[in-house]
């Protein structure tokens, strides 16, 4: 492996556009510590362990990532600290550096890798688009807050930095195990604390490790894309007319959702097939 941070995240300032598109079209990931209260991070984990169990009592409520690790998309309403969070001046400052001033929040869920949870194998998200591949353009972004203090026995997120540039050939979304040397030499093990956030672009190489410890490591996940990107077609953003109007129009003005009259359960499209076996360790 090649690197621990002990922060999870790696500083970008205030929001600095020069640092945000060094540390973006560089690394691939950048953050910023403590960007939330504890107070709102607890919120956020009671607001997710609820969903979770929810979740696991509804057929495809729950989508299996490996081995005890599963992932759920939420409407953004059952989350107290929605709003917060997408008009935190971090996230929109790094958003509109990225993808434009017309930027779109499309998905809002979180991973819960439980006790007992595998190795990933290493991989990106989805199929680098066009405009990544030909005009060397990120078009969308992945933005991560956990909800605990992330210790190395945890199954904390590994990340070759750089590799949301990569080509290989076979499957686009998981490399040969023959490039994986490559990738171990690369890795960065991120140990976020509450209060942290990160955003990444979702092509970078990346895994979850073995969650070795009795605790699970839930993660709240919000994707946004640039106006022609296409990841809103994977998710079913949702909000009820009430919740939607009560937004601000700062806020409203960015979601790529469907406004419904009640809510309607969720059934989430991105599956990932490759990630259901998990690796053993050494893998």
């Known amino acids: 492996m090649g690197s621990s ?22 690394d691939g990931i950048i953050g910023c510590r403590g960007a939330f209260s504890p107070e709102l991070v607890a919120q956020l984990r009671a607001d997710i362990d609820q969903l979770f169990e929810e979740a696991q009592g509804r057929p495809g409520g729950a989508l299996n990532r490996g081995p005890n690790r599963f992932y759920v998309e939420v409407h953004p309403e059952r989350l107290r600290c929605f709003v917060e ?25 979180f991973d819960v890798p439980g006790p007992g949870a595998m190795h990933q194998p290493w991989h990106r998200d989805f199929k680098s688009p066009p405009e990544t591949v030909e005009g060397r353009r990120l078009s969308s972004l992945a933005f991560n807050i956990t909800t605990v203090d992330v210790t190395e026995d945890m199954g904390p997120f590994e990340i070759a930095p750089g590799t949301q540039w990569d080509l290989f ?12 040397p490559r990738y171990e030499a690369l890795a960065q093990r991120k140990l976020p604390k509450v209060g942290d956030i990160s955003a990444r672009s979702a092509l970078t190489i990346h895994r979850g490790t073995a969650n070795q410890s009795d605790k699970s490591r839930p993660v709240l996940v919000l994707g946004a894309d640039a106006p022609d990107a296409t990841n809103a077609i994977k998710h079913d953003l949702q909000m009820s007319r009430a919740y939607y109007d009560s937004l601000p129009e700062e806020v409203r003005r960015h979601l790529a959702c469907r406004v ?19 690796v053993t360790m050494g893998g």
Request: contains cysteine; aromatic residues 8%.
């Open 169 to 180: 050939e076979g499957d686009p979304m998981f490399p040969d195990k023959a490039l994986w």
């Open 5 to 26: 941070s002990n922060s999870g995240v790696t500083d970008s300032g205030a929001g600095e556009v020069a640092d945000i598109m060094r540390g973006l079209y560089g």
């Open 260 to 278: 419904v009259e009640r809510l309607e359960p969720i059934y989430q499209a991105h599956t990932i097939e490759g990630l259901t076996m998990g």
């Open 85 to 109: 969070i997408a008009s935190h001046p971090w996230v929109t400052a790094v958003c509109k550096a990225v993808l434009g001033p017309a930027y779109r929040i499309v998905e809002v869920g």
